[in-house]
């Protein structure tokens, strides 16, 4: 790719919503120091990684992360409902968090997080099939224990 003018390199920073705090450094390689104009921080970006679409500020781009973790509460419930597991508090208010549940087959406690809950159906199936090894605490099929390995 060809280099690219200080003074394109500045327009297209600001296009993704950055205002440069010193010169061009040359290469779009290069870390470049920017004022973030949606939250104001001070960064140091590479304009390649912005046109990669990859680039942020650390706080906007943990913000965002952390807006994709969550689900609506309902749908959460609805989810573990469907898994055999019954809330026993509230909705941890992210996908990752542990749960505090009842297991609806055995009857255990456990706390997965609700991004985890493929698999926990999945063992609540396997257990409704008797297809079970070995369950969490070293027993064996046919006998009580927790559906969660």
């Given at each position: 790719?060809?280099?690219?003018?200080?003074?394109?390199?500045?327009?297209?920073?600001?296009?993704?919503?950055?205002?440069?705090?010193?010169?061009?450094?040359?290469?779009?390689?290069a870390?470049w120091?920017?004022?973030?104009?949606?939250c104001?921080?001070?960064?140091?970006?590479?304009?390649?990684?912005?046109?990669q679409?990859?680039?942020?500020?650390?706080?906007?781009?943990a913000?965002?992360?952390?807006?994709?973790?969550?689900?609506d509460p309902?749908?959460?419930?609805?989810?573990?409902?469907?898994?055999?597991?019954?809330?026993?508090e509230?909705?941890?208010?992210?996908v990752?968090?542990a749960?505090?549940?009842?297991?609806?087959?055995?009857?255990?406690i456990?706390?997965?997080?609700?991004?985890t809950?493929?698999?926990?159906r999945?063992?609540?199936?396997?257990?409704?099939?008797?297809?079970v090894?070995?369950l969490a605490?070293g027993?064996k099929?046919?006998?009580?224990?927790?559906?969660?390995p």
């Amino acid at each position: 790719m060809a280099r690219i003018t200080p003074l394109s390199a500045r327009m297209e920073l600001a296009g993704f919503g950055y205002a440069p705090l010193e010169e061009y450094p040359g290469i779009t390689t290069a870390k470049w120091k920017a004022r973030h104009l949606e939250c104001g921080n001070e960064v140091s970006i590479r304009l390649h990684v912005l046109r990669q679409g990859r680039g942020c500020c650390m706080p906007c781009g943990a913000k965002k992360h952390g807006s994709t973790r969550s689900l609506d509460p309902g749908k959460a419930f609805e989810a573990m409902l469907s898994a055999n597991l019954e809330p026993l508090e509230p909705y941890p208010g992210s996908v990752g968090k542990a749960w505090k549940s009842r297991c609806l087959v055995c009857g255990d406690i456990v706390a997965p997080g609700t991004r985890t809950l493929r698999l926990a159906r999945e063992a609540v199936e396997r257990v409704a099939r008797g297809n079970v090894q070995r369950l969490a605490g070293g027993t064996k099929k046919g006998q009580s224990g927790s559906c969660f390995p």
